[in-house]
């Protein structure tokens, strides 16, 4: 059974670091376009960043390029998120998915398969 975990998640001043990891059970990551989404109470499920099954092209939205950082930890089977600078807009639950999007369309959630989810973690920014 395919399973997904995100972990790194909680509260942290605007301003702060934090760094999310996601790991896989049942699969390799490796062999996986893999994506980080957010979703604050109210909006909709935002693509932050994503990264190419090669492990070489990167993609980011414009409201987190230049703060966060994906990469792929491949001795772990884990992608992780390097978030830099959080701001007030950044709060939400934090999901990574797998899927085979070979351009920016992994930005995008429909390219997702529904059963390719985590549960989410919490980021809170406050001071």
């Known amino acids: 059974q395919v399973q997904f975990v995100e972990s790194g998640g909680g509260l942290v001043k605007p301003g702060g670091p934090l760094r999310l990891s996601c790991t896989a059970s049942?699969?390799?990551?490796?062999?996986?376009?893999i994506g980080w989404f957010r979703q604050a109470p109210g909006k909709g499920r935002e693509g932050i960043p994503c990264?190419?099954?090669?492990?070489?092209?990167?993609y980011y939205a414009d409201s987190v390029a230049g703060r966060f950082t994906i990469s792929r930890d491949t001795d772990n089977n884990a992608v992780t998120l390097q978030m830099d600078n959080l701001r007030a807009q950044d709060p939400a639950v934090y999901y990574c998915?797998?899927?085979?999007?070979?351009?920016?369309?992994?930005?995008?959630?429909?390219?997702?398969?529904?059963?390719?989810w985590g549960k989410g973690t919490l980021v809170t920014v406050s001071s």
């Open positions: 998915a797998a899927g085979y999007a070979t351009t920016n369309h992994c930005l995008l959630a429909r390219y997702y398969g529904r059963n390719y």
């Open positions: 049942g699969l390799s990551l490796d062999n996986y376009a």
């Open positions: 990264i190419m099954k090669d492990g070489g092209r990167t």
